[in-house]
């Protein structure tokens, strides 16, 4: 993809911003005064489970549903009330919607065609020669793979120049290699676009490879927002630990706390994290690790102030999946715990006694939600499981 193929299209996209946003259907909040604003020229993803919200907050924007409350701005503009067709808006579907009757340079340049544009049939080229698909200008999408189609969909929306590009899982219909190599040319076409992209999706890792910031929604609101590295990271909810890969959580209470560290009683355990990556530092609270930062041992490692240890415990199932293995272990007193390690030839087998460590810098610590579990949570352990 060459860039003096986008640059025809760099005409830069607009801030897109959501203020006091609500919609309500007659039994429930779908989206619930949502507040944000995207940057111009951004990535920008929606992450969350299905009934989240997420679908319906593009249908807003888009003009496709009306906000029971809230204003929604583009460029400064206030959009809200205008239609569908007179926003500077478009969106790529799962489902392409191509007209199979028409080529596919036909199928970029229609919307081109319906506003009169006298070039339309050039700048539908150009959009076609930045997918890398000009070659194939001639062919039906009968013709095409999925993911060809998927490069269509996606010049026929860039080529009328919007303010904002919607995505609604636009690669959800694709196997999973394609998938993740669209995920990379996406990205490296609104680059060279500079067109303000939203992607609305249920895949983390989706969101995290191609978004500069992700907002994870839950039950029609934002739980957290930022950059991916700092929502995986830090996440400050155990809906987001657990909805955004995995962790292991253990639920406790704060016995101390200096200005670095923050202690914390977990059954007859202690656990020591510091205070700067805990988004509490007194009472009920929960203790969190990423799986692949914890070290797996056979014998019991020396103890460090640095380092957390627990153990010992009895892995219970060992997952071979090429460049990793995933271990569950069975810690008397706090469940299963979940593990990952970068295969190096010695895989542990089910029914050894092994301990657990890791640097207490990956610690990270989160309210105590007294309302339960949530059903993405995957490695959880608590103090009523501890008592029983």
């Known amino acids: 993809m060459a860039q003096k193929d986008a640059s025809v299209f760099a005409a830069g996209g607009s801030d897109l911003e959501l203020v006091g946003i609500s919609k309500v259907f007659p039994g429930f909040t779908a989206v619930d005064n949502i507040s944000l604003k995207i940057p111009a020229g951004s ?3 929606l992450l969350g489970p299905s009934g989240c919200g997420k679908t319906t907050t593009l249908r807003l924007i888009s003009g496709l549903e009306e906000p029971t409350a809230g204003k929604i701005l583009i460029g400064g503009k206030d959009i809200t009330n205008t239609k569908p067709h007179q926003r500077t808006v478009n969106t790529v579907f799962q489902s392409y919607a191509l007209f199979p009757h028409m080529t596919i340079l036909e199928n970029v340049a229609f919307g081109l065609k319906q506003r009169k544009m006298k070039n339309a049939i050039e700048l539908a080229h150009e959009a076609l020669a930045l997918v890398e698909l000009d070659h194939m200008a001639s ?13 269509v969909a996606l010049a026929r929306a860039v080529v009328n120049r919007p303010a904002l590009l919607l995505l609604d899982e636009p690669l959800g219909a694709l196997d999973l290699k394609l998938r993740r190599q669209m995920q990379i040319e996406l990205k490296a076409i609104q680059s060279e676009v500079g067109l303000t992209f939203l992607h609305v999706t249920h895949d983390q890792e989706e969101a995290m490879t191609m978004a500069d910031t992700v907002a994870v929604m839950n039950k029609g609101k934002i739980e957290q927002m930022g950059a991916p590295a700092e929502l995986y990271e830090l996440p400050k909810t155990r809906f987001v630990a657990t909805f955004l890969g995995q962790s292991n959580l253990f639920d406790g209470k704060v016995t101390g706390a200096t200005a670095s560290t923050i202690s914390v009683a977990v059954g007859s355990r202690t656990l020591e994290l510091p205070a700067k990556r805990s988004a509490i530092t007194s009472g009920d609270i929960t203790v969190g690790v990423r799986p692949e930062k914890i070290a797996i041992t056979r014998a019991k490692p020396a103890a460090s102030k640095s380092r957390s240890l627990i153990g010992p415990g009895t892995v219970t199932d060992a997952s071979f999946s090429g460049v990793s293995t995933q271990y569950l272990v069975d810690v008397p007193g706090l469940s299963t715990m979940t593990v990952f390690e970068q295969n190096d030839g010695d895989i542990v087998k089910a029914g050894t006694e092994v301990w657990l460590s890791w640097d207490s810098e990956f610690s990270f610590g ?19 499981a501890q008592a029983k």
């Open 43 to 45: 990535f920008f993803a």
């Open 139 to 151: 062919r039906k999408p009968s013709q095409l793979s999925g993911g060809q189609q998927q490069r």
């Open 366 to 384: 989160i309210p105590l939600e007294a309302q339960g579990f949530h059903d993405s949570d995957t490695s959880t352990t608590t103090l009523a």
